[in-house]
């Protein structure tokens, strides 16, 4: 695991615009990469080289608001670059078989598995994952902090400069990067051999395999007469990565579900035999005549 490289990733997406479905197509990526942002680290967090690609989008090809407000990215400029199947080659190309995908948050990991799957092209399934925005609360912050810390926030606790724009994925890549060596920095010594050991011992708690289906959703249609908690008590849920049944934990003197809002949401935990504990989430949704269970079954890192 030495020998692994690091890329230090950042994307931007667009999606439908307000008011418009994602056509049933594309349903399963509901959110198409228009800029792809990379900096490649060497075992040891020194800089070995960047990336950086606008994607001409197939399916969303007018600009959301919200995506033009952030980044400043005009309509006209979707129509620049090369599509996906070749920008995502080259990014490939340039990372490298053997490496640690690295980003703020794990959304840029699912987006990208996303696009792979919509243009069916081959995933590298040694790939690991990171996500820096936890790695940064646990190591830097010295907290399991619940709080979605920005990019600006942890270069202001770090100290770092904010000389690059924000929003622009190359840009953001290159901010990430810097966050990750500066919260690596204290347990740097003299040897890079050594250095190398020791950055990967504190990162390998936190990798994950960005591959895996972490999660479903499911309707469960409810009659007049039906008790939703009862519903829940003979439904069956699967594992998101294998389809395992799963197991709901018991707590005591309860079913193993728990009141969140009354009448309104459940909450229950279940255990898959591979891939440990699942969070399943249930929501009531509808009219007094005619209402469902909207469910959501997660696999958490």
């Not at 994307?11 to 056509?23: C, I, Q, V």
């Not at 790939?127 to 709080?147: G, M, R, V, Y």
């Not at 810097?178 to 990967?200: C, D, G, H, W």
Request: net charge positive.
């Amino acid at each position: 695991m030495s020998k692994t490289t690091f890329a230090v990733i950042d994307l931007e997406w667009n999606s439908a615009l307000p008011g418009r479905k994602a056509p049933k197509h594309a349903q399963d990526m509901m959110f198409e990469i228009i800029e792809i942002g990379a900096v490649r680290l060497s075992p040891e967090l020194d800089v070995t080289g960047t990336f950086h690609s606008n994607v001409r989008p197939v399916i969303y090809r007018r600009m959301h608001r919200h995506v033009a407000k952030l980044t400043g990215r005009t309509e006209e400029s979707l129509r620049s670059g090369d599509r996906f199947p070749e920008v995502y080659r080259n990014m490939r190309s340039f990372v490298g078989d053997q490496a640690i995908l690295a980003s703020w948050g794990h959304s840029d990991p699912e987006v990208l598995k996303s696009n792979i799957e919509y243009f069916q092209l081959e995933k590298p399934t040694s790939w690991l994952a990171l996500d820096l925005q936890q790695f940064f609360s646990a190591i830097a912050e010295d907290t399991p902090s619940k709080d979605q810390r920005s990019v600006e926030f942890a270069l202001d606790f770090l100290n770092l400069p904010k000389d690059l724009p924000f929003h622009e994925a190359f840009s953001d890549a290159r901010y990430a990067a810097r966050i990750f060596q500066a919260t690596l920095a204290p347990f740097k010594v003299s040897s890079n051999e050594e250095n190398a050991v020791r950055y990967m011992k504190k990162i390998r708690p936190f990798l994950y395999d960005p591959w895996v289906n972490r999660q479903y959703t499911q309707t469960l249609t409810l009659e007049k007469k039906d008790e939703p908690l009862e519903i829940l008590k003979k439904a069956t849920f699967a594992c998101p990565a294998c389809d395992k049944k799963l197991k709901i934990v018991h707590c005591p003197l309860t079913s193993g579900w728990r009141v969140v809002k009354q009448r309104r949401t459940w909450f229950a935990s279940g255990r898959c035999t591979t891939h440990g504990r699942c969070e399943i989430l249930a929501k009531r949704n509808g009219t007094k005549d005619k209402s469902y269970l909207s469910i959501r079954v997660r696999l958490p890192r």
